[in-house]
């Protein structure tokens, strides 16, 4: 299983990106997918992810109305559109995998993670 994410970069406060993590070895619709970040000498912390168990959407307090996460099925291929960014969404953003039968919201429940993919927010 590989996950390939991309589409970080630096912005300047205010702006958009839209993070994009490409599926291998495992269909997406069969899983959780989930949407990580750590800052610096911080810890790692869940923002979105698409629960398999449920069905539902979940989201970190801090980015609720500004985050949305969305897939393609037929791409293999999930994305984190991001709005209205601020410089404490400054971090290495990852993707991961976890089997269904996980709540899906905690680090532990996820079996395969992407490389991670650098945003920068200056304010």
């Known amino acids: 299983v590989q996950l390939q994410a991309s589409g970080g970069g630096l912005v300047q406060a205010g702006d958009s990106l839209r993070l994009a993590c490409v599926a291998s070895?495992?269909?997406?619709?069969?899983?959780?997918m989930g949407w990580f970040r750590q800052a610096p000498g911080m810890a790692r912390e869940l923002v979105a992810a698409?629960?398999?168990?449920?069905?539902?959407?979940w989201y970190a307090d801090s980015v609720k109305g500004r985050f949305s996460f969305s897939r393609d099925n037929a791409k293999n291929t999930v994305y984190l559109q991001m709005n209205n960014l601020k410089p404490e969404d400054t971090a290495v953003y990852y993707c991961?995998?976890?089997?269904?039968?996980?709540?899906?919201?905690?680090?532990?429940?996820?079996?395969?993670w992407g490389r991670g993919t650098q945003v920068t927010v200056s304010s």
């Open positions: 070895g495992r269909t997406i619709d069969l899983y959780t």
């Open positions: 698409r629960l398999w168990k449920s069905g539902r959407l």
């Open positions: 991961a995998s976890a089997p269904g039968y996980y709540s899906g919201t905690v680090s532990p429940d996820y079996d395969y």
